[in-house]
């Protein structure tokens, strides 16, 4: 076997004692660890308490695992039977009483090696039956040759084709303290600042990875999780504030300077009054493009929040400076609606709109094109045919990116590549976004809030009803169809099978129809599976009132916008996500009349999926949901947040360690503002390590 090399990181995975070639594969293959350095961050997810030897008297059925010490008197086979299969029993006595062993498995070879009249350790999981102890499977070992350091006994994750190879997680544990015999803690570099491990009261990077590996306390297990969790949090803040900083300091930006007569004029003959928040957003937009950077701003705003109006008002901002703005929407539907929205507001205006999907071809294409190559078209609404290398501005100068979390980053890019100076970015999100997945998420953005819903706009009545009720439910919703309103009633995309949602939506629709007789009610129906303009026409019908209730999956778009709409009934809501329950009720209430949500479920749901009704029913707070939401299934599950850049934590929880997120947020901003370049003689082991970190791509900086 080589000598290690300078660097533990380094040395390849096979190189390590008790390794060898081919268990090195299944370590690439299964745990994706290749060094040492992968080794060391396979961190324990537990640990056993091997420290303690509770007498056989004292033991007691809350206890999970146990350790006892005894003779073992006695041993026996137990013939197979039709209750039970076979197996070998054994008796551990100590001076309070006895425990039974019990082996199912291979119990013929575990037979060879007892001795009777010996003493043991015996450990493992721990049971009771008739009253009597007992340890299934249990680890035996002699109480002289225990090793001192494994106190506490780590548990590692293994899979059955590593336990095939011997490594489990004691196998593991093995040969990570084989490891440890050969290095030191000085060999782990440091990445912290002596001041921020002083101020903080971290212990050093060497000691903390030895002791997670073999903590001598709880304490010290516990300490040493406290300063890799920080320096997971620190590292991922001190990166987004450079970006941050460099963006604040270094980014070119086109300057707005004027306020002109487009702005105004819009502003002075809308039909309501902008909200304090709404108000608050343009000034912050305002600031940002006068600033000669490049403005990177997320908009958030719960649905119905007003956020398309700031969104016009900034436009026109470019426009009345002689710029192009563009707003790229998810899908075709959406970018009409937005398209026939902003007409209407702009009606009279000497502005040229445009709008620009995929499905617009031939002539009228090739003349869009040709305006927007040549300026004609200021303002360009469309789908991601925008990022297309046919669309060239002449002078774009705002780009506004809706729903952005239904966007790719590589898409992003390619429309902020569309000016030799970057535009200015506004990203919007009708998805509140709790505060500590934002700091996580989206730290190297400026964020602005719309937290309050235009006055006027009414609350949503939303009640949970049982399937034994449904009869019911349809009543009403009869009831209000023949006052003039229009319903949704959405089914779930819950199975593997494509097929058999298709077959489930089915079955619905037939429900339906059998509730809503025709003439009298006509129905549209939308799925994924229909044609684009299949879909598009059936949304259509029931966008222009023809048709009275839309039968749907989630496929129904965020952001389409039928005042008419006053119902939403969920079936199946249990089987919904928080935030996606949220967002199907901000689809009724846009209108004058009173709007309902109706959330059916079977009588009989899971506990979670009960709390999520329960919040349903008692908010209607976007942020507040998106919080309880990220508590209930962990930030990763948010939706958005994969392709959005969310960064992935080996120990490090954003929900239960928010309290530390803010400590490293606001540590990294102080360090970088008094060291933007990390090149004072302190903060190069910070440096350092970021370098080493760097990713191939960093997109970040493209919102």
Known sequence: ???????????????????????????????????????????????????????????????????????????????SNRWSSSRLVAELHDDTGFVQLIWFNGWQWVKKGLQIGKTYLAFGRLSFFNGIPQIVHPELNDPHAMQASWAFEPVYPSTEKLKSRGLNSRGIARIMAAFWEKISEKDIPENLPQAIRDK???????????????????????????????????????????????????????????????????????????????????????????????????????????????????????????????????????????FSHICALLDGLPVTPALLTGSIKGQARKHILEGIANGTINLLIGTHALIEDTVQFARLGL??????????????????????????????????????????????????????????????????????????????????????????????????????????????????????PEPEFRISMVHGQQPTDVRNTNMQRFVQGITHIMVATTVIEVGVHVPNASIMVIESAEKFGLSQLHQLRGRVGRGEHESYCILLTAPEIGKEAMERIRVMTQTDNGFLIAEKDMQLRGPGDIEGTRQSGMMEFKLADVVRDADMLMQAREAAIRLVEQDPLLMQPENRCLLQALQAEKTKNNWSKIS
């Not at 903080?200 to 300490?223: K, T, V």
């Not at 502003?267 to 902008?274: D, G, K, N, T, V």
């Not at 209000?480 to 619905?508: C, F, H, T």
């Open 200 to 338: 903080y009261q971290l212990m050093d990077r060497g000691q903390a990875f030895r002791a997670i590996h073999f903590p001598a306390s709880w304490q010290q297990a516990e300490a040493a999780r406290r300063r890799l969790k920080f320096e997971e949090l620190f590292l991922a803040q001190v990166r987004i504030a450079i970006l941050r900083n460099r963006h604040h300091h270094e980014s070119k930006g086109w300057i707005f300077q004027q306020v002109g007569d487009l702005f105004n004029s819009l502003y002075a003959r809308l039909p309501f009054s902008l909200t304090e928040a709404q108000k608050r957003v343009i000034r912050e937009i305002r600031r940002d493009t006068l600033s000669g950077h490049q403005m990177n701003r997320l908009l958030q705003g719960d649905v119905g929040s007003g956020k398309t109006i700031v969104a016009l008002l900034a436009m026109l901002l470019a426009v009345d400076n002689g710029f192009q703005a563009c707003l790229m929407a998810p899908t075709e539907i959406l970018a009409q609606q937005h």
């Open 399 to 516: 780009a506004v990116i809706d729903e952005q979390h239904r966007f790719g980053v590589a898409q992003r890019a390619a429309l902020w590549e569309k000016s030799e100076i970057p535009p200015h970015v506004l990203v919007m999100t009708a998805t509140p976004i709790p505060r500590t997945l934002a700091m996580t998420v989206y730290g190297d953005l400026d964020v602005s809030v719309i937290d309050m819903l235009p006055p006027g706009r009414k609350k949503i009545i939303t009640v949970h009803r049982t399937n034994d009720k449904r009869h019911q439910v349809m009543d009403f919703v009869k009831s209000q169809l023949r006052q003039g309103r229009q319903a949704y009633i959405v089914y779930p995309l819950i199975e593997e099978s494509e097929k058999l949602d298709y077959e489930n939506l089915m079955r619905g629709y037939e429900e339906v129809k059998a509730y809503f």
């Open 1 to 79: 076997m080589p000598t290690l090399p300078s660097s533990i990181w380094s040395i390849p995975v096979e190189y390590i004692k008790g390794v060898g070639p081919q268990r090195a594969e299944l370590l690439k293959k299964e745990l994706q660890i290749f060094t040492g350095r992968d080794l060391l961050m396979l961190f324990p997810y537990r640990y056993y308490d091997r420290s303690e030897i509770t007498p056989v008297a004292r033991l007691t059925a809350d206890q999970e695992y146990a350790q006892v010490k005894g003779i073992l008197t006695q041993i026996h086979e137990v013939e």
